[in-house]
């Protein structure tokens, strides 16, 4: 109501509806932890590469920027399936909430192939977490996100199955759907994480 008196003061249509952030706010506060423990990460790594500049770049060059690419490519596609499976959640069409939010894990999937590849392949050069500063700080970050994947891929199948079992269709369960949105707001943040850390550890 104050929203109203206030919108009719300013001259703008008054409006009954009110904006609220999607999913449970558990979830936020948890995405919220999340993204302070990877933002404390990513300054390690800008004031170690500061320190260390010519180590960086040298391990820089001996990452594979294609697979990362790739990777970027395939989570931003995942995560576009998962946007749209939201949308047609709200349009009461679970059959395609159920396909996209496979798509979503198949492009998920590549990622997690994509990046066990070029571990092995790092591996099979001789470069572990303990070969330098670099590749300790891009083991574990890549790796810490890399867990975090295979958590949202856990959620999504989850998802996934509870749709196709109609649980989000109880008119009694109002919360499940909000667990849905939270489903969809974390796998968003594991993509976002991602975007970040690409262009940190591979390319600048």
Same mark, same amino acid.
């Given at each position: 109501?104050?929203?109203?008196?206030?919108?009719?003061?300013?001259?703008?249509?008054?409006?009954?509806?009110?904006?609220?952030?999607?999913?449970?706010? &558990?979830?936020?506060?948890?995405? +919220?932890?999340?993204?302070?423990?990877? %933002?404390? =990460?990513?300054? $390690?790594?800008? /004031?170690?590469?500061?320190?260390?500049?010519?180590?960086?770049?040298?391990?820089?060059?001996?990452?594979?920027?294609?697979?990362?690419?790739?990777?970027?490519?395939?989570?931003?596609?995942?995560?576009?399936?998962?946007?749209?499976?939201?949308?047609?959640?709200?349009?009461?069409?679970?059959?395609?909430?159920?396909?996209?939010?496979?798509?979503?894990?198949?492009? &998920?999937?590549?990622?997690?192939? +994509?990046?066990?590849?070029?571990?092995? %392949?790092? =591996?099979?050069? $001789?470069?572990? /977490?303990?070969?330098?500063?670099?590749?300790?700080?891009?083991?574990?970050?890549?790796?810490?996100?890399?867990?975090?994947?295979?958590?949202?891929?856990?959620?999504?199948?989850?998802?996934?199955?509870?749709?196709?079992?109609?649980?989000?269709?109880?008119?009694?369960?109002?919360?499940?759907?909000?667990?849905?949105?939270?489903?969809?707001?974390?796998?968003?943040?594991?993509?976002?994480?991602?975007?970040?850390?690409?262009?940190?550890?591979?390319?600048?």
């Amino acid at each position: 109501m104050p929203n109203t008196i206030l919108n009719t003061d300013m001259g703008i249509a008054p409006t009954s509806e009110t904006k609220k952030l999607p999913g449970d706010l &558990a979830m936020w506060f948890f995405i +919220l932890a999340e993204l302070t423990v990877f %933002a404390i =990460f990513f300054i $390690g790594f800008a /004031i170690a590469e500061n320190l260390n500049v010519d180590m960086f770049a040298q391990g820089k060059t001996q990452l594979h920027k294609v697979i990362g690419l790739l990777n970027t490519i395939a989570l931003i596609t995942s995560s576009y399936f998962v946007a749209i499976s939201l949308h047609a959640m709200r349009e009461n069409n679970d059959k395609q909430v159920v396909i996209r939010l496979i798509w979503a894990l198949m492009f &998920a999937s590549v990622y997690i192939v +994509l990046k066990l590849w070029e571990y092995q %392949a790092l =591996f099979s050069q $001789g470069i572990d /977490i303990e070969t330098n500063t670099f590749f300790t700080l891009y083991f574990l970050i890549t790796a810490f996100h890399f867990m975090h994947i295979l958590l949202g891929m856990v959620i999504l199948l989850y998802m996934a199955i509870n749709v196709y079992k109609g649980k989000y269709r109880d008119p009694a369960s109002e919360n499940e759907f909000s667990g849905f949105e939270s489903g969809a707001c974390y796998w968003h943040m594991v993509d976002l994480l991602w975007i970040i850390l690409f262009p940190l550890i591979y390319v600048i």
